[in-house]
Nanobody, 116 residues
Framework: QVQLVESGGGLVQAGGSLRLSCAAS????????MTWYRQAPGKQRELVAR???????DYADSVKGRFTISRDNAKNTAYLQMNSLKPEDTAVYYC??????????WGQGTQVTVSS
C-alpha cells in the first residue's frame, strides 16, 4: 500500500506561481511513476505531468514550458512547480503513484484556483 498526501494548493492571480507537493509513505520502493492529474468542474480528470523513477518526464501540451515536475527520492516526495498560471489551470490537482504491478494510488486532492 502507498499513501499520498498533497499540499501547496491555493488561490493565485493569473501569471503567478504555486508549487504542489506530494508526500508518499508506505511501500515506497514499489513505486514506479508518480503523476499529477487535475480535474476541473464538469470536466474529466486529465494527466498534467508524470515522472518515472529514472527521471523521465512527460507533460500535457497545455502545461509544457510552464509546469515542471520533479522528484526527491530521499524525501519520497514529488513536486509540481507551476508558473505563468492561467485561469484555465483552475482545478483540483491529484497526485497518483503507480507501482511495479500497475496498481494506482491517489491522494485526496488539492484545490488550485487562478483568478483573472
Amino acid at each position: 500500500q502507498v499513501q499520498l498526501v498533497e499540499s501547496g494548493g491555493g488561490l493565485v492571480q493569473a501569471g503567478g506561481s504555486l508549487r504542489l507537493s506530494c508526500a508518499a509513505s508506505g511501500s515506497i520502493s514499489s513505486i514506479n511513476a508518480m503523476t499529477w492529474y487535475r480535474q476541473a468542474p464538469g470536466k474529466q480528470r486529465e494527466l498534467v505531468a508524470r515522472i518515472t523513477t529514472s527521471g523521465s518526464t512527460d507533460y500535457a501540451d497545455s502545461v509544457k514550458g510552464r509546469f515542471t515536475i520533479s522528484r526527491d527520492n530521499a524525501k519520497n516526495t514529488a513536486y509540481l512547480q507551476m508558473n505563468s498560471l492561467k485561469p484555465e489551470d483552475t482545478a483540483v490537482y491529484y497526485c497518483n503513484a503507480q507501482n511495479h504491478w500497475f496498481s494506482n494510488y491517489w491522494g485526496q486532492g488539492t484545490q488550485v484556483t487562478v483568478s483573472s
